[in-house]
């Protein structure tokens, strides 16, 4: 399965393409389709498996498919480092959007 069946919105893929992800890990084989469906996940990982584009790939294409101004996402991380850490990857992965 490859990031592009998920139906995640087109700059989206581009951004997780610039970074190099080939294919996705089981987390976000399990957690990006419920995602984007709406529904609410709770997910456990290892470090480096690929937690925050489980949730923030979902969340950037949700993002783009609402209004300007109509968009509202809160992520709590329990250390200013690893927010520092999903900020960048953020960043990184909506990088070819307007976000």
């Not at 990006?32 to 456990?44: H, N, Q």
């Not at 294409?61 to 927010?83: C, H, Q």
């Amino acid at each position: 399965m490859s990031f592009g069946n998920f139906g995640l919105a087109a700059p989206i893929l581009e951004g997780v393409k610039a970074m190099g992800y080939v294919e996705p890990t089981p987390i976000q084989l399990r957690a990006i389709p419920l995602i984007m469906e709406g529904r609410d996940v709770i997910g456990s990982a290892q470090t480096g498996t690929g937690k925050t584009a489980a949730f923030a790939l979902p969340m950037l294409s949700k993002i783009l498919d609402l209004p300007k101004g109509k968009s509202r996402f809160l992520i709590m991380e329990p250390t200013r480092e690893l927010a520092a850490q999903v900020e960048t990857a953020i960043r990184d992965f909506s990088r070819f959007t307007s976000l």
